[in-house]
């Protein structure tokens, strides 16, 4: 089992910045992939970012140059920092974690809110 805890939402202006944290615990060494996600009122939820624990690192398009996915193993912590943010990234996001022990399972955290106001 793999635990969750995401913060770091608030209000925000357009064009400021938030760092979000979603913190791991339980067996996390079997986690291959961290995954933060959105979802915004009325929307699907949406991938916005994706970390391997090779390293390797994923973003949706509407999200490349402002958002930065990152992670601290020590901390066993990923983050996501959000800059130049738009009122369309306003949603809850979400933290996913996946991990394989002989098949695959995805746990999720609470969410977070970010608001960004115009």
């Known amino acids: 089992q793999v635990q969750l805890v995401e913060s770091g939402g608030g209000v925000v202006r357009l064009g400021g910045s938030l760092r979000l944290s979603c913190a791991a615990s339980g067996s996390i060494f079997s986690i291959n992939v961290m995954r933060w996600y959105r979802q915004a009122p009325g929307k699907q939820r949406e991938l916005v970012a994706a970390?391997?624990?090779?390293?390797?690192?994923t973003y949706v398009d509407s999200v490349k140059g402002r958002f930065t996915i990152s992670r601290d193993n020590a901390k066993n912590t990923v983050y996501l920092q959000m800059n130049s943010l738009k009122p369309e990234d306003t949603a809850v996001y979400y933290c996913?974690?996946?991990?394989?022990?002989?098949?695959?399972?995805?746990?999720w955290g609470q969410g977070t809110q970010v608001t960004v106001s115009s």
């Open positions: 970390i391997t624990s090779g390293g390797r690192i």
């Open positions: 996913n974690a996946e991990d394989y022990t002989g098949f695959l399972r995805y746990y």
